[in-house]
T-cell receptor, first 117, second 113 residues
Framework: ETGVTQTPRHLVMGMTNKKSLKCEQH?????MYWYKQSAKKPLELMFV???????ENNSVPSRFSPECPNSSHLFLHLHTLQPEDSALYLC????????????????FGSGTRLTVV | DAKTTQPPSMDCAEGRAANLPCNHS???????VYWYRQIHSQGPQYIIH???NNETNEMASLIITEDRKSSTLILPHATLRDTAVYYC??????????????FGQGTELSVKP
């Protein structure tokens, strides 16, 4: 366990479904992130939250909607996804967006493997 | 875009040192070099980071050249469990907006018996 927990681990959804991915961190971190990892591609940064405020949205389609109700929880709400959205979705946290201290940088969860059918 | 260049793959014999190179010729003075690894289907794991001095921890050593344009991650005694994709990342650490981790393709290290 890394201290960042993602649920569910696996999700299969139809293109008309609505689902949510959940991320929870117990590390006292102030920043949280969503990354997408498609097959054979590098991790792509999707959203950045600092102190519960969204500070970055990297041109992500509106069918992905993040929510950060407090510094420990981060959600990714999904609706009307496409098959090409199938990927591993990773959540990470850090002590701050600009944090460079020796306390281990970013901590990642194990990810949610999403399949859109 | 990633600011680093790494070989796409490397092999290493079990028990030997694994030396993973990284070029970051455009690195600026306030950018750190970070290394992460990702074992298949798991989230990336922090290994080590440095600014200009060599660093060592329980997992690895990081050697940064004097001009900071390249670095080498050293796993002193590689095991089969070190098989993973290793990412070298340069990251600004001085501002709230500049500290994001941007991943490149990484090096796929295969440790063989």
């Amino acid at each position: 366990e890394t201290g960042v927990t993602q649920t569910p681990r696996h999700l299969v959804m139809g293109m008309t479904n609505k689902k949510s991915l959940k991320c929870e961190q117990h590390l006292g971190h102030n920043a949280m992130y969503w990354y997408k990892q498609s097959a054979k591609k590098p991790l792509e940064l999707m959203f950045v939250y600092s102190l519960e405020e969204r500070v970055e949205n990297n041109s992500v389609p509106s069918r992905f909607s993040p929510e950060c109700p407090n510094s420990s929880h981060l959600f990714l709400h999904l609706h009307t996804l496409q098959p090409e959205d199938s990927a591993l979705y990773l959540c990470a946290s850090s002590r701050g967006v600009g944090w460079t201290g020796r306390i281990y940088g970013y901590t990642f969860g194990s990810g949610t493997r999403l399949t859109v059918v | 875009d990633a600011k680093t260049t790494q070989p796409p793959s490397m092999d290493c014999a079990e028990g030997r040192a694994a030396n993973l190179p990284c070029n970051h010729s455009t690195i600026s003075g306030n950018e750190y070099v970070y290394w992460y690894r990702q074992i298949h289907s798991q989230g990336p794991q922090y290994i080590i980071h440095g600014l200009k001095n060599n660093e060592t921890n329980e997992m690895a050593s990081l050697i940064i050249t004097e001009d900071r344009k390249s670095s080498t991650l050293i796993l002193p005694h590689a095991t089969l469990r070190d098989t993973a994709v290793y990412y070298c990342i340069v990251r600004e650490g001085s501002s709230n907006q500049g500290g994001k981790l941007i991943f490149g393709q990484g090096t796929e290290l295969s440790v063989k018996p």
